[in-house]
Each structure stands twice: as C-alpha cells, then as structure tokens.
C-alpha cells in the first residue's frame, strides 16, 4: 500500500469503536467524521456515546438520509448529503460503478439506476478526494481518480492483496471471490501449516438471584439501525419494538402475563443503567434469558462490558433485573 500510494501509513494501533467513545468522552476528539452509518444508535451506552460526541468540536456525516446521529453532534456539525447506491452515479467520463462484498466472501459491481434525489448530490468517491485536495500538500490530482473509478481500482490493484486485475475480474458475471487459502489451497498461516484446534476452559456463567442474562436482537424488517416496519414474521411479533422476550415459566412465576409492563436495570461493575416502559412477550427462550431489540436497548449495554481480544461490546451477555415500574434496584443487587 505504501509503494502504490506513495506513501508511509501508521504502523502504529488507531482506536476502535470502544476507545474512540472513551476519548470522546474525554475530550479528547477534535474530528468525527463519519462515513454513513448511524454511530449514536448502533453503538453501546447510548447516553455516555452522546456525552461524547457532545464534546467533540466538529462533527461531520456523510450520509444518504438521515438518522439520530444528525441530532446528536460536536459543538459544530456538518451533514454532507451523498448519492446512494441507487442513483446514478455520472462523472466525467460517463456512468460509473463501484464494487461490494457480499456475505460470502464475493466481490462484485453495484450501479444505480434511479435519477438522483437532487442535481446537488455529490458521490463518496468525489467527497472524499476534494476533501484531500483541499487538506493534502503532496501533488497529487486526485479528483483525476473520480472522474473515472477504475483508476481508483486500479490504484487498489497494486494496493490490495488479492485484488490483481481487479478491473477485469470484477466485470465477469457474478464477479469473483476474495482468496480464502483453507478453501482454495486447504492451507493454513499456521506453524504447522495445518488447521489447529484449541480447547478453552468455560466461563463461569452464573449470574446472582432473580437476574436475567439479555441479549440485543435484530428483526425481519430492519437492516442495521434501519427499521421499516414494525412487523418481525422471524417471531410473530407485530406493532411494537419495546418487548422483552422471556420464558413464559419464568413469567409465570413472576405472576406476569404477556404485555405486562416492567423496568430493565443491566448491572456491571457495580454501576447501574436502566431504561423504562418495556412490554413482556412469552417466547419460547431458555430460563433465565430474555432479549430486547436493537437498537432500543443499546442504552443498557455497558461500554466496559467488552471481548477480550476484539473490544467488542457483550451485547449477546448482559445481566439484568426486571422491575415492576418505579421500583428501586435492592443494595444487595
């Protein structure tokens, strides 16, 4: 990348999600700039991730439409409007594509058809290297990549591993798959060159009394922190995004019915977040599980609740306390 670009790039770590709320929080952050996406909603800790960004001096988004993330914002926020990937794309030298991945590994074109929403629009592609024209001292003619984006591939052709005639392969039919050396060669980057096995002790996975594990669930009708409707045919649930799915024996138990209204309190590390007004569903869950929809409950997931080695949020493992509305969290919990 370095030879191909001209450049030297960092050797040294940037932050991920986690640590960049946690500068935010610190004020630490002069520049968000955001590339699409909806930071607010689809990141942990929503109060604390609005702190944050609160702090943060210029905020800037990108984006196709907008989102909570437009709401909350630095002390000085922009929103560069951006053609999406269904609208033509027109630059100098004609109609132009850009390239995906899907799920299964596939690289391949994607081009848009509709009129754009407004002659004003501008594609990511040309955002983004006006933006270096104007901040970069270093000769380049970079809106010369946007007037044709197969320069801009095969400036990733000589970039990227695995990305050779990158032009060429990615107008064949269905396009092409990245590599994948277990699948196309059954070789593995390890010592041995083999696939190697490693056994783990299990965590301990017990949570005190009258506590819930919780995990944050997607619907049918929603992609991301996109909600179309309120109609998830994946569990039957219609008309309402602010359920609980439970056990229906740990219900009963409770003396609750369907519909019944409680609190959810997350404990972790001795702090506490609740969010109120939730309906409880009977689904068929273990005992002493329930699941809340994202986003919605990204309020109760903790920052500091994180993987060990990729700092990604639990939001699958979130211990939890129901509450009849109103009702305190006991010392003891």
Not at 251 to 265: A, C, N, T
């Amino acid at each position: 990348m370095d030879k191909a670009c001209g450049i030297t790039s960092p050797r040294e770590h940037g932050v991920d999600v986690v640590e960049a709320i946690k500068q935010m929080s610190a004020g630490d952050v002069d520049l968000f700039f955001c590339m699409g996406g909806n930071f607010i909603s689809a990141t942990p800790d929503t109060e604390i991730t609005a702190e944050g960004l609160n702090k943060v001096k210029l905020t800037v988004q990108v984006s196709t439409k907008l989102n909570r993330s437009h709401l909350v914002t630095g002390e000085t926020a922009l929103i560069l409007p951006c053609l999406g990937r269904t609208e033509v794309d027109k630059q100098p030298s004609g109609e132009q594509f850009v390239t995906v991945e899907n799920s299964m590994g596939v690289v391949h074109t994607s081009q848009g058809g509709l009129k754009p929403a407004s002659t004003h629009l501008r594609s990511e592609p040309w955002i983004v290297a006006s933006l270096a024209s104007s901040v970069l001292d270093d000769g380049r003619d970079w809106m010369a990549l946007v007037e044709n984006y197969d320069l801009i591939r095969d400036l990733m052709s000589e970039a990227l591993s695995g990305f050779d005639d990158y032009n060429d392969r990615v107008r064949t039919p269905n396009g092409f798959y990245l590599p994948n050396p277990p699948r196309d060669s059954r070789t593995f980057n390890t010592v041995n060159g083999k696939a190697n096995f490693i056994s783990h002790s299990l965590p301990d996975v017990t949570v005190g009394k009258d506590k819930f594990v919780m995990m944050t669930i997607r619907s049918h009708d929603q992609y991301n922190t996109t909600i179309y409707d309120l109609h998830d045919r994946y569990r039957g649930i219609h008309g309402n995004r602010r359920v609980v799915l439970m056990n229906a024996n740990d219900m009963i138990q409770r003396g609750w019915k369907s519909r019944h209204i409680v609190d959810i309190v997350s404990h972790h590390n001795g702090e506490d977040r609740r969010s109120d007004g939730w309906q409880i569903i009977a689904y068929d869950i273990p005992s002493g599980n329930i699941a809340t929809y994202f986003p919605e409950a990204n309020v109760l997931v903790p920052l500091d609740s994180t993987a060990a080695k990729s700092n990604t949020p639990t939001s699958k493992w979130i211990v939890c306390s129901l509450l009849e509305p109103g009702m305190k969290v006991l010392e003891e919990e």
